[in-house]
């Protein structure tokens, strides 16, 4: 795996945020996707056995969005766009909504049909 940039969006411009990953979520995200095979896998030693990952080779982009509990609609959709104009491949979106929302309303869902076009 290979970070190749980070963007961080942000509604509220007049704070200076980080793209950094402050939680570990991102960076579980990101292993996942791209993570390398490792051997002797386990959790205290119980469930031994490989964990395969996804593409070792992958070139990630972080897109951070949201901070503490705030995601702004407006900056979801603003890193879908960059991610488009970036001629992003593939996008992965892990962020949990305090509540269900229409597709048709869904920022995410709007985001991912344009990407998708695109």
């Not at 939680?23 to 995200?29: A, D, E, L, Q």
């Amino acid at each position: 795996m290979k970070i190749i940039g980070a963007c961080t969006f942000s509604l509220q411009s007049y704070n200076k945020f980080s793209a950094r990953d402050t939680s570990g979520h991102g960076t579980h995200v990101a292993s996942i996707i791209s993570g390398r095979e490792v051997i002797d896998a386990s959790y205290y030693g119980i469930a031994k056995g490989i964990a395969r990952g996804g593409a070792p080779s992958t070139r990630i982009t972080a897109y951070k969005v949201c901070y503490h509990i705030n995601c702004f609609d407006i900056d979801v959709l603003s890193a879908f766009d960059h991610a488009i104009a970036n001629g992003v491949n593939i996008i992965s979106v892990s962020i949990a909504r305090p509540r269900l929302v229409e597709i048709t309303f869904d920022p995410i869902a709007i985001g991912a049909f344009h990407a998708m076009e695109k």
